[in-house]
């Protein structure tokens, strides 16, 4: 990733600090219908700038079972790494998040998606990574998600807890196609890499402080 790592360098100043540490903790959803499933575990997918970033912080949550770093929200077929970087695919990088919901709600993903996984403010980009593919956006596997998704998205807006207008789009899930196996537990296997310092060990560092209840140190194996 030579090109993301370049840009890394260029904005460490700024991408040095996650959503967090901008503003006051987020309040909790609030009450709404149970997002609800009939099988033992169950799946969210979140897209928020680089995957490497989002598929780290929900590797350290207890409760989560299974993550891979992938695509959706497009209209590309199967699509590559170079196929969405090009912006022209509609797909985002976004993370399938397995999580056992009688240790972790989707409510709580929520809530770290919007504290210290991305800023939600930024439209079409995070960090020094710019385009569509790095779109803020929830991709909802039923309208339950959808639904708890947009409420809190309105909760938030009305107690003005940041500084600009949320930009997250919620859509429903069409299809998640796994990226390539190199981007898979990134973060874990480049810890060293400069946009790795720069851009996602702060996330890191922000979940620990704000989520110390659910975070979990030695994160999970990878799984496909």
């Given at each position: 990733m030579p090109r993301r790592i370049a840009l890394s360098v260029a904005f460490a100043s700024a991408a040095a600090c996650s959503p967090a540490d901008a503003r006051p903790a987020l309040p909790d959803p609030a009450p709404s219908p149970a997002v609800t499933s009939t099988a033992r575990?169950?799946?969210?997918?979140?897209a928020g700038g680089c995957f490497w970033g989002i598929e780290a912080v929900y590797r350290h949550i207890r409760g989560v079972t299974s993550l891979v770093s992938g695509y959706a929200g497009g209209r590309t077929v199967n699509p590559s790494y170079e196929d969405v970087s090009s912006g022209a695919t509609g797909h985002a990088e976004s993370v399938r998040v397995i999580y056992?919901?009688?240790?972790?709600?989707y409510g709580t993903l929520l809530k770290v998606f919007f504290s210290v996984a991305h800023d939600p403010t930024e439209l079409n980009r995070q960090g020094p990574d710019v385009g569509t593919q790095y779109r803020s956006a929830i991709f909802a596997r039923d309208t339950a998600q959808a639904r708890a998704a947009r409420e809190?998205?309105?909760q938030l807006g009305a107690a003005e807890d940041f500084r600009a207008p949320i930009v997250t789009e919620v859509k429903p899930l069409a299809r998640?196609?796994?990226a390539e196996d190199y981007h898979q537990n990134y973060l874990a296997l480049h810890p060293r890499e400069?946009?790795?310092?720069y851009n996602d060990l702060p996330k890191l560092e922000a979940l620990k402080?704000?989520?110390a209840s659910i975070?979990?140190?030695d994160g999970?194996?990878?799984a496909r």
């Open positions: 575990l169950d799946t969210a997918y979140f056992d919901p009688t240790v972790v709600s809190y998205i309105a998640f196609y796994p400069p946009y790795i310092v402080r704000e989520f975070y979990r140190d999970i194996a990878a």
